[in-house]
């Protein structure tokens, strides 16, 4: 166990140099920041200042060690637009989407498994064909249409949830939270259902599958041979088998939703990363964007590894393999 | 004699395909009592393990059971409610299937499977589930039981999942065990030790055993009668004895001269020329014909079943008894 860990480290390192070095090349190719900073009329002298207050009129590998040396030493540099660290600035916004990517990935996953289980189980049912055919609707209307529609319907026609920021937070741990006040809750509830459609149809296709195939094994028919009921063996048996490719699929779309959700944080102005990403892009705010991204990347690996150890908790058989 | 511990007439289990009734059994009667141990003999494809499956109701859509009754004391199974029926399974009866590796659920550890199968018929408390498990595991040969109740069925051997499986089967005493090829994917030496231990078991407890197997050596040294099944029918029954010192069905009589034991040493075996027929393409009248020796034109008409005593066949030209 302890070798897994050290080798998984050492990965991640990798992992991290390589996607540093992406980052700066992608991201120096983008634009000029200085037209941004200052304002048109400025003398040449403040211009030439203000680039070597940046580095920028060093050359590029140059600005690429000094950008390791300081992320080596967790500097991310300072927003040319916030005037604040960036560091500092991503993880403020943090918690909005973390709460946002939370709700709609746990409820997709809460509400589409067991659907999904049952749309396996009585394949034929009608129920099942219903479900069926909305989730071909959740994968392939897009996420800013149904968002639009869900702050049409209910925000301006019927006025019952607010169309978009936080509402009222609380502070815990020095962190302002929305999902603790009633306020919080009605503004986190359109956000969090546009995110959720398009994985809640993912997560009932991939429990509907699972579950088709299962109770067609022995497993499950020597199970009722034993006098096991139908939800027994659903909930102890087949519910078990076909957790890893769900735990799976949990774990990458709460990733990427986590650093990508861009489209429902713009319509709902949900003051999150992926509405500080699009506004530092069009800021051309790069010290935000490398941070951002690199950001991203830690958070997959993370991710990945706490999926690798799900799959070890969930199936003996990969532990054995360990 | 009383009344048989199981008895079943005339059953029926059909498939309904897209534009076909497959008859997998049509119309086998037999009867069982208790403490009996049944050979069900016959090629892949004659409908012996849905019969087993349809005894605890256990057939799947689009199968169903059409017709027929299976009683057990008295009590008829066929169109009883679900939960009735899932009452019964464990209980009172139950099955041990082909493949250890994959009836046991590889996730879940031997004293949780065993602890849900108990869980199915009472409630019992963790501690006291883990004390009956270890006690059963015990009695079907797993040594060293109570430490190797949180092992997870794929650090077993295949013999010793076969074991876990029978436990589970043996947990309530049932007073009878379908056991559907259950020595079928072991090794020879294991299979003889699981017969043994098998046959032991079920004499030490009074259950009755339906042993349902294509090999016929297998069942002859396990079975005090055999059921000879072809195409979803019983073609031949009687004590195993007898049937295998006189077959009357020549279906019965290719078996028997295709087991390698009664070959010459050396020579071709000898083996029952064509196919076995598919469901959905069944001759008329008897469906062995194609294949028989001994066909005519009468064999066009169904056969009915001729009994004699203990014996019973289904066949027009049945093979010379010889001196009874």
């Not at chain 1, 429990?207 to 088709?212: D, E, F, I, L």
């Not at chain 2, 076909?20 to 009996?36: M, R």
């Not at chain 2, 299979?191 to 231990?197: C, G, P, R, V």
Request: hydrophobic letters at 50%; one cysteine or more; a positive charge.
């Amino acid at each position: 166990m302890l070798g897994f860990l050290i080798q998984r480290f050492l990965q991640a390192i990798v992992v991290l140099v390589v996607i540093a070095a992406l980052v700066f090349l992608g991201v120096f190719a983008i634009g000029n920041p200085i037209d941004v900073l200052i304002s048109p009329d400025a003398t040449q002298q403040i211009r030439l200042d203000t680039i070597a207050r940046y580095g920028l009129d060093q050359p590029l590998w140059q600005q690429y060690l000094a950008f390791l040396g300081r992320l080596a030493q967790g500097d991310l540099g300072r927003s040319f637009v916030f005037n604040m660290p960036v560091l500092d600035l991503v993880l403020s916004r943090l918690p909005a989407t973390l709460e946002l990517t939370l709700a709609a990935v746990a409820g997709a996953t809460l509400l589409g498994v067991p659907l999904g289980m049952f749309a396996g189980y009585r394949p034929h049912s009608k129920v099942a064909k219903l479900l069926m055919g909305l989730s071909i609707l959740g994968f392939s209307v897009p996420t800013f249409w149904i968002g639009l529609v869900l702050i049409l319907v209910f925000a301006v026609s019927l006025g019952w949830l607010p169309a978009g920021g936080r509402g009222e937070t609380v502070t815990v741990l020095g962190v302002e939270w929305s999902f603790l006040t009633l306020d919080g809750l009605k503004h986190l509830l359109l956000p969090a259902v546009n995110l959720s459609l398009f994985k809640l149809a993912m997560m009932m296709r991939l429990a509907r599958a699972g579950t088709r195939e299962i109770v067609l094994t022995d497993t499950v028919k020597f199970a009722r041979a034993s006098g096991q009921s139908e939800w027994t063996i659903l909930r102890h048996h087949v519910l078990p088998l076909i957790s890893i490719p769900i735990v799976t699929v949990f774990g990458l779309e709460f990733g990427s939703t986590l650093a990508f959700a861009v489209v429902t944080e713009t319509i709902f102005s949900w003051p999150g990363l992926g509405k500080l990403i699009i506004e530092s892009i069009q800021s051309l705010d790069r010290p935000v964007m490398v941070a951002y991204l690199m950001l991203v990347a830690c958070l997959f690996i993370v991710i990945n590894f706490l999926i690798d150890l799900a799959y070890a908790a969930l199936d003996p058989r990969i532990r054995a393999r360990r | 004699m009383s009344a048989p511990l199981l008895a079943v007439r005339d059953l029926a289990t059909h498939f309904f395909a897209r534009n076909a009734v497959l008859k997998a059994v049509d119309g086998v009667s037999f009867t069982l009592d208790a403490g009996e141990i049944l050979g069900l003999v016959g090629e892949s494809g004659s409908g012996k393990s849905v019969t087993g499956y349809s005894l605890l109701g256990l057939i799947d859509p689009p199968g169903r059971i059409v017709a027929g009754s299976v009683k057990l004391q008295g009590r008829e199974l066929v169109g009883l409610p679900t939960a009735e029926l899932r009452a019964l399974r464990g209980r009172r009866l139950a099955m041990v299937f082909q493949d250890p590796m994959t009836t046991l659920n590889p996730v879940l550890t031997i004293a949780a499977q065993i602890r849900l199968a108990i869980a199915a018929h009472e409630r019992v408390s963790a501690r006291a589930g883990r004390a009956r498990a270890a006690e059963v595991l015990t009695r079907v040969g797993i040594p060293d039981a109570a430490r190797r109740l949180d092992a997870y069925p794929h650090q077993f051997s295949g013999g010793m999942r076969q074991r876990v499986a029978i436990a589970v089967a043996l947990l309530n005493r049932p007073d009878v065990i379908i056991a559907d090829e259950p020595t079928t994917a072991l090794d020879v030496s294991i299979q003889a030790q699981i017969l043994t231990e098998m046959k032991a078991l079920v004499s030490e407890l009074g259950t009755a055993l339906i042993w349902i197997s294509h090999d016929l050596a297998v069942v002859s040294a396990l079975a005090s009668r055999i059921l000879v099944m072809y195409a979803g029918r019983i073609v031949e029954q009687g004590p195993t004895a007898s049937v295998l010192r006189a077959p009357r069905h020549p279906y019965t009589s290719g078996l028997l001269d295709s087991l390698p034991a009664r070959a010459e040493p050396g020579a071709m075996l000898r083996q029952i020329p064509g196919l076995p027929p598919t469901l959905a393409a069944l001759p008329p009248g008897c469906a062995f014909q194609p294949r028989c020796p001994r066909a005519d034109s009468l064999c066009g008409m169904a056969p009915q079943v001729t009994l004699t005593g203990v014996r019973g066949w289904r066949c027009h030209h049945p093979l010379d008894g010889g001196p009874p």
